[in-house]
C-alpha cells in the first residue's frame, strides 16, 4: 500500500523540537507523569507500582474499558476497543472501505482523515465550510449534494480541528437523518469532544445517536496526555468491531500496559484535568482575539466556540507556508500554515493550548510591525 506524506506531521516533524514557540499545536501543555500518580488512590498506586511490562490485552485493560463505556450513554465495555487514534483511523478506514468506493469527508482535515480512505482506492469528495462574517460554517445541505450512489461513509470531526467549529444540535441531527436515510456509515472523529467552551454545545458522541457509527476519542486533546499514545473506538456494530480488532493484530497488537494504567487514573480524574484545559484555552482565547484587534490588517478571526485550535485568514500578500518559514526562522515561532492541510495558502491554525502564548504573541506583534 502507498500513501503520500502527512504533510502536517513532516512540518512538525521539521520544527517542533527545535523551535522556541509553538504558536499552533492542537494538544494543551502536557501533565507530569507525577501529576498524574498524585491524584491515584492507594489502589491505583499500587496497580502502578507493581505493574508488569508483559503483553496486555489486545481490546484494552478491561477496568478501562470499563471506565470508557461509562463516558457513553448505553454502551457496555465490550462496545469498546483501546487502541492508538492514528491506529484506529488507519484500521476503520481498511475495515469499511474497498476501492471505488465514494467517501466525504469535512475539509480542511487532520490529513490521516482522509489519506488513508485514498490509499485504499476510494473517491474523495471533500465537504468545504463557508466563510461567514469571518466564522466558519459547515452546511449540511452542501453535505447532502455531495452524496452519490456509492456513497459508504462520511467522516467527520467535532468540534473540528483546525476550525474550532462545532455545530449546532440542530444541524448535528440534520447530518445524521442525511447519513440515516441512505445507510450511510459514520466515522465521527471526537478527539476534541468535551473541550467546547460552553458546555450547552456539547454534542452526543455519534455512537450514542446513530446506530451506524463509529466514534473516536483519546487522552492526546481533551485530558493533555498525548504522550500516552493512547485512544479508543466505540461503535455498536459487532461485526465493525470484530474486524477491526483482527487488523490490529498486524499493527500494533496490545496497548502499552503503562499507558493504560495512566489513562485510568486519568479518567477517574477527568474533571481536574479538563477544567484546568478550559480554563488555558479561554484565557489564550481572549489574548488572541485582542491580538487580532489590534491586528485587523494582518489576520481576520471570529472567536472559536470549541477545541484548543482556530483556522485564522491571513490577510498578507505572501502565501502561509513562506510566511510560516521565515517565521520561524526570524523568531523562533513555529505556526502551522494551510498548505499542510492542502487548503489554499491564506490560513494559518493557532492552537490555544499553551501556557506561554502571550510570549509568542508580542513577539509576532514586533515582527508584523516591522515588517508587513
Ligand atoms: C482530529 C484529530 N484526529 C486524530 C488525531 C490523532 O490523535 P493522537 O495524536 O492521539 O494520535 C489528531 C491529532 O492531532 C487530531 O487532531
Not at 468491531?241 to 480524574?269: F, G, H, W
Request: with cysteine.
Amino acid at each position: 500500500m502507498k500513501i503520500r506524506p502527512f504533510h502536517l506531521e513532516r512540518y512538525f516533524a521539521q520544527h517542533e523540537f527545535s523551535a522556541r514557540y509553538l504558536l499552533s499545536s492542537s494538544d494543551c501543555d502536557g501533565f507530569s507523569l507525577s501529576e498524574i500518580l498524585l491524584m491515584a488512590n492507594p489502589k491505583e498506586r499500587e496497580q502502578w507500582n507493581s505493574l508488569q511490562l508483559g503483553y496486555t490485552e489486545s481490546s484494552g485493560l478491561p477496568e478501562l474499558r470499563e471506565e470508557i463505556a461509562k463516558l457513553y450513554k448505553g454502551a457496555s465495555p465490550d462496545d469498546v476497543f483501546v487502541l492508538s487514534p492514528g491506529e484506529a483511523n488507519f484500521i476503520a478506514m481498511n475495515v469499511l472501505l474497498q476501492a471505488g468506493d465514494h467517501v466525504i469527508c469535512m475539509a480542511p482535515a487532520y490529513q490521516s482523515l482522509y489519506e488513508v480512505a485514498r490509499s485504499v482506492g476510494t473517491d474523495l469528495s471533500f465537504w468545504n465550510p463557508v466563510l461567514n462574517q469571518a466564522a466558519w460554517y459547515y452546511d449540511p445541505k452542501e453535505l447532502e449534494k455531495l452524496i452519490t450512489d456509492r456513497t459508504k461513509l462520511i467522516i467527520l470531526n467535532f468540534p473540528h480541528n483546525p476550525t474550532g467549529y462545532i455545530p449546532t444540535k440542530d444541524d448535528y441531527y440534520k447530518i445524521i437523518s442525511i447519513a440515516r436515510a441512505r445507510g450511510i456509515f459514520i466515522f465521527a472523529d471526537e478527539m476534541y469532544h468535551l473541550l467546547e467552551h460552553h458546555p450547552q454545545d456539547i454534542l452526543p458522541p455519534m455512537c450514542e445517536v446513530y446506530e451506524r457509527s463509529i466514534s473516536l476519542w483519546g487522552m492526546a486533546k481533551t485530558f493533555a496526555l498525548a504522550g500516552l499514545r493512547l485512544g479508543w473506538v466505540v461503535c455498536k456494530d459487532t461485526a465493525v468491531m470484530e474486524q477491526m480488532k483482527r487488523y490490529k493484530d498486524y499493527l500494533t497488537i496490545c496497548n502499552p500496559s503503562t499507558s493504560e494504567v495512566l489513562a485510568l487514573i486519568a479518567l477517574r480524574n477527568k474533571h481536574k484535568l479538563i477544567e484546568h484545559n478550559l480554563k488555558k484555552i479561554a484565557a489564550n482565547l481572549q489574548l488572541f482575539t485582542k491580538f487580532c484587534e489590534q491586528h485587523s490588517q494582518h489576520f481576520q478571526f471570529a472567536p472559536t466556540r470549541a477545541g484548543s485550535t482556530a483556522f485564522v485568514k491571513w490577510l498578507g500578500k505572501e502565501p502561509s507556508l513562506a510566511f510560516s518559514d521565515k517565521l520561524v526562522t526570524n523568531t523562533g515561532i513555529m505556526t502551522l500554515p494551510a498548505e499542510m492541510f492542502d487548503f489554499g495558502s491564506s490560513h494559518f491554525r493557532i492552537g490555544f493550548g499553551r501556557k506561554n502564548m502571550h510570549e509568542p504573541l508580542e513577539i509576532l506583534s514586533r515582527y508584523l510591525r516591522a515588517n508587513y
